[in-house]
């Protein structure tokens, strides 16, 4: 029974690294790269991964709301982050370029 235990334990330790990283990968995302993606918006994807790392912290893994939580941190890694990820730039709150950029490119027709 103990090492059932110690299993359940890594899993939910799993479990709450994979949340965790899904959310900090969520909010380092700027929040024009989610509409230019066709996405739920920035704030949307914060509570909804906000939410399941608390829960997996909270509950135990045999509960069902973890798996929830789990549900929606894959939907976010497998369809959000791909589609953002793929934007130029990556979608990052990184500032690159002139002055005259725009958020999706140059203002001035690429000269």
Do not use: C, H
């Not at 066709?38 to 994807?45: G, I, L, Q, V």
């Not at 906000?50 to 973890?66: E, R």
């Amino acid at each position: 029974m103990q090492g059932f235990a110690n299993f359940m334990w890594l899993l939910s330790m799993a479990l709450i690294l994979f949340s965790g990283f899904a959310l900090i990968d969520a909010a380092i995302r700027r929040e024009d790269a989610y509409r230019a993606a066709d996405k739920k918006t920035k704030p949307f994807w914060l509570i909804v991964l906000g939410l399941a790392f608390v829960v997996n912290l909270i509950f135990n893994i045999l509960s069902f709301l973890p798996i929830i939580g789990l549900i929606a941190t894959i939907v976010y890694m497998v369809d959000v982050r791909p589609a953002i990820r793929s934007l130029p730039g990556g979608g990052r709150n990184t500032r690159r370029g002139s002055s005259s950029d725009g958020p999706y490119g140059p203002w001035n027709g690429g000269r």
